[in-house]
């Protein structure tokens, strides 16, 4: 059916990439996305060390199942560059975090009759989809939108409180 949003959230600084992996992990879980038996994928987890410094690639498909027709998927790629292990001081503790240079991307797509039941019948595959369920179409996708840019926006707040 095609992507319903996507953006790419870069930032370069100190925060613990551990929290946020959980962080947004968990917002997956929480939201239905999680279930590493069913609908959670890590695709990818590449890690190359350099020096004293690591870069990590990881790519997440995130599924869920909106009936037996309408299929939410949540792609997340992240590209870290430069991590290293350091310690800060904050109110005279020494906490263990990460230095790195983070670039995110991620996009979201509905996929319609996910169980193929039309792939051989086209022509009524899309009177099915243009007549009979357009609205809820179209409401699933303006409800996977704003859920994905409610996930980018958690991952902003995020990187922005560890700045602050």
């Known amino acids: 059916m095609g992507k319903v949003m996507s953006t790419a959230i870069k930032d370069k600084g100190i925060f ?14 929480w939201e239905g996305y999680g279930d590493e038996k069913k609908t959670f994928q890590e695709e990818v987890y590449v890690e190359r060390i350099k ?4 870069q990590i690639e990881i790519k997440w498909c995130a ?9 939410h ?8 560059l430069g991590m290293k ?9 020494k906490i263990g975090t990460n230095k790195l240079d983070l670039s995110l991307k991620m996009d979201a797509k509905v996929t319609t009759d996910r169980q193929g039941k ?21 409401a699933s996708k303006s ?16 990187l922005e409180l560890r700045r602050a």
Do not use: H
């Open 143 to 158: 409800m996977l939108s704003a859920k994905a840019y409610t996930l980018a926006d958690e991952i902003k707040e995020y």
């Open 118 to 138: 039309f792939k051989k019948r086209k022509f009524i595959k899309k009177l099915y989809e243009d007549y009979i369920i357009n609205e809820r179409i179209s």
């Open 51 to 54: 020096g004293d410094s690591k």
């Open 85 to 93: 292990d350091i310690e800060v001081e904050i109110d005279g503790k």
């Open 73 to 80: 998927t949540i792609n997340i790629t992240f590209n870290i």
């Open 63 to 71: 599924e869920k199942f909106m009936g037996p027709y309408l299929l």
């Open 16 to 29: 613990d990439m551990g929290e946020l992996y959980s962080l947004i992990k968990e917002w997956l879980t």
